[in-house]
């Protein structure tokens, strides 16, 4: 086997030993802990997962569904601007949304404390905050736009020609919408839909910060507070049994669809709203976009002032953002440089095995990060070992670590775990080199790796260029890897969001939650630039 052959199945097998290591633990049970947690949290677990799971699913797909299908297909005053401001969203992270929330709705937060002071009143009416209800509003106004932005491009290809057959068939819009518009974008919502439903199981900042113990919760607790690293890999282990499990029946759903689309109605004549329509479509835009980014980038704002006279240490929240952007770059460079030797072996041998392989390697993004932190960190334990055998007796130094703790283990995580983000926009910019090209460089005598250096790479650069940012954002904002794997005192602006909500101290969470926000921007922007609005 040649060596571009080889480089999918090798990158394939890099993700699944992780996914093998947790597996293999359900068969040594650890039998105390185990048993504890069947006859005390699990079953809690279970149901507090479940019911997350289908709340912020539905939240998600009536906020997504509806935007979508307002500015995709209506005309009203600020569309254009609209369209792509409701993606902004996307730049907040879950649980910086989250401590904003309870921050501002709390028991002891300035919107219940002024609504007591001026009514004089308990508010025992007042929502309970903490509670399930709240964890999936707040998700629900996070995540929604994987399903608006994909919803959006479906409703894009059918324009009102949807309407306007629903009504040859005497249908009003209403009905037209739930009848023909609605099934025909299917396949779009559900992808989205399923993006959706692997952040929230993948979710640990959010939960953490309400309080809201699931399976990510249980994982990080087995691990770090009863220091049982094999309860945490069984927990693990159930978690990707789950997930297999909804992908298998996702992918099953979608085989029995066929749908077919048409390119013609693709920018189709937007139908215009007037008087109370236009009025509560913008209202019903502006509302959601205030409640999910427009308010908490305030408070963050306002937070940020306050404590940066008290709290903010040049040297310390450097230190922060040093670690964040050189983690960030290392790994973007890192998971860019093996998705393009990919791609190109791929290329060069197109099989069906190979492919399969490349389906495989992208797997990890439906992982959550704290089963891989363990996948990755059980063989590096191993490793460790053994090396550090190996070194004692061929020095007269006791080695105790050699690789358990470094900045290597982190990068293999999220290698794994956001080789997909990279995959789609590299290898879609990949497709429009033609294989004459590489023929053309052939003949002239250059062989792979210089036709990747002196070719691709600079035909590739706005690919590269996006998924190298998309990278950068993920893992600037990734919670339970960096959490679960940094070597002692490596604390980045995410780890520090943590550890001043976790006790509370919204104020001084603020500064890097922003610095973070601030960054998931930039690929925003980016998309802004380079699509339709």
Known sequence: MSVWR????????LVLAPIGVVLSSLLAPVGDIWQHLVETSLPLLLLNTFWLACGVIAGTAILGVSLAWVTAVYEFPGRRFFSWALLLPMAMPAYVTAFVALGLFDFTGPIQTTLRNTFDSDLTWFPEVRGRMG????????????????????FLTQGKRSLEVAQSLGFNRI???????LPMARPWIAGGLMLVLMETLADFGTVSVFNYNTFTTAIYKAWFSMFSLQAASQLASLLIIIVFIVIAIEQRLRMRMRYAESKISGRAQRMPLVGGQKIVAIGFIVSVLTVAFALPITQLVLWSIDAF???FDSSRYWEFLSHSIS?????????????????????????IATRNA???????YALPGTVLAIGVYVPFIWLDGQLSAWLSQWSSIEWSQVIQGTLMMMLIAYLIRFMAVSHYAIDSAMHRITASIDEAAMSLGLNGWSIIHKIHIPILK?????????????VMKEM??????????WDTLAVRVYQMTSEGQWEQAAIPAITMVLAGLIPIFFFMRNTES
Not at 462 to 474: I, Y
Not at 480 to 489: E, N
Request: charged share 10%; glycine share 6%.
């Open 6 to 13: 080889a480089i999918p199945f090798v990158t394939a097998g």
């Open 480 to 489: 339970p890897i960096t959490l679960m794997t940094r070597p002692f005192g």
């Open 135 to 154: 964890v999936i509003v707040v998700m629900s106004l996070a995540f929604y736009p994987y399903v608006y932005l994909l919803a959006r491009n479906a």
């Open 327 to 351: 983690l960030s770059s290392l790994a973007a460079a890192l998971t860019c440089a093996v998705v393009i030797v990919m791609v190109y072996a791929v290329r060069r041998h197109p099989s």
């Open 462 to 474: 706005s690919g590269l260029f996006t998924a190298a940012t998309l990278v950068f954002v993920d």
């Open 175 to 181: 009905q037209g919408f739930f009848r023909v518009a």
């Open 358 to 364: 490349v389906r495989i390697a992208t797997i990890g």
């Open 309 to 311: 006279a008290n709290d």
